[in-house]
Nanobody, 132 residues
Framework: QVQLVESGGGLVQSGGSLRLSCTAS????????IGWFRQAPGKEREGVSC????????LYTDSLKGRSTISRDSAKNTVYLQMNSLKPEDTAVYYC?????????????????????????WGQGTQVTVSS
């Protein structure tokens, strides 16, 4: 069964850090691009960043830009999102998603409507809550 499972969310104070993990089971990520998305209460889902598992190339949107780093561990079939200097407005459910990539760069935009159909597999999300 193909699955993406997020973990690492939780409650953190403003200014704190969290590292989210996205682990795949039932398939290997070698030929995938993995993206992170988030959805705050009452808001549309938005894209955060993506990574091409083949070469590690990355792309960031303005969401969390400069405060986040996406990385991969192919041996663990896992992608990470390191988030620093967190703010209360970063409170959201964070999702990872993946698709089989055939082009040179992973695809990601802040407006999820542009890329939503590209991502084939989605995780269930992990809650991140930042207190002020």
């Amino acid at each position: 069964q193909v699955q993406l499972v997020e973990s690492g969310g939780g409650l953190v104070q403003s200014g704190g850090s969290l590292r989210l993990s996205c682990t795949a089971s039932g398939f290997t990520l070698d030929h995938y691009a993995i993206g992170w998305f988030r959805q705050a209460p009452g808001k549309e889902r938005e894209g955060v960043s993506c990574i091409d598992m083949r070469d590690g190339s990355t792309l960031y949107t303005d969401s969390l830009k400069g405060r986040s780093t996406i990385s991969r561990d192919s041996a663990k079939n896992t992608v990470y999102l390191q988030m620093n200097s967190l703010k209360p407005e970063d409170t959201a459910v964070y999702y990872c998603a993946g698709y089989t990539t055939v082009q040179a760069m992973c695809v990601m935009t802040e407006d999820v409507s542009v890329v939503y159909g590209i991502y084939e597999h989605w995780g269930q999300g992990t809650q991140v809550t930042v207190s002020s």
